[in-house]
């Protein structure tokens, strides 16, 4: 019988100063974003509703503790890191905005990713930590932006070409990311 010695005589990457709210993308998706966010430094993630989120990504079986563990788990194995993200569920928009949204964002810059925004996400707007809001696979509603905006979000687009939100997940959290 072999015996298998470990030694963790490193320590994890730096956690990324981003923490993500995220409209409850399709579970496939869902798996994906989970694991490219926690590769990427990501320690907290909230997941949210929205009018583009289909009702049925609510039921899948991914959103339940065990099975978000075990996707957080490979993106940390991946990026060689130990420190769990903490995943947060809200499946209603207008509550969690009015309600919670202020306490979770403090002092944070607050930017929310929108395609038909003029101001470009740049590495320069994020001098502090940040709470980067994505909507869902066509954008977050006229309704859902503005009531970001009037809890103090910034609309900021990441170019000109319409993502989706695993890349948009990568091209914003790299535009964020120090190094």
Request: glycine fraction near 6%; proline fraction near 10%; include cysteine.
């Amino acid at each position: 019988m072999a015996e298998l010695i470990v030694t963790l005589d490193s320590p994890p990457p730096p956690p990324l100063a981003v923490s993500l709210i995220l409209a409850l993308p399709r579970p496939k998706i869902l798996r994906r974003v989970l694991r490219a966010a926690t590769m990427l430094g990501v320690k907290e993630i909230h997941l949210l509703n929205g009018w583009r989120v289909d009702k049925s990504y609510w039921q899948t079986p991914l959103l339940t503790p065990q099975r978000l563990r075990a996707e957080l788990l490979l993106g940390l194995e991946q990026a060689l890191d130990t420190a769990l993200p903490r995943v947060h569920i809200h499946r209603r928009f207008k509550p969690f905005v009015e309600d919670e949204l202020d306490t979770i964002a403090g002092a944070r810059c607050r930017l929310v990713a929108h395609p038909r925004s003029a101001e470009p996400l740049t590495m320069a707007r994020a001098d502090k930590a940040v709470l980067l809001a994505l909507g869902p696979e066509g954008g977050f509603i006229p309704y859902e932006v503005d009531a970001l905006v009037a809890c103090g979000f910034t609309p900021v687009t990441l170019g000109p070409r319409v993502l989706t939100v695993e890349v948009a997940l990568a091209a914003a959290l790299g535009r964020l990311s120090p190094a």
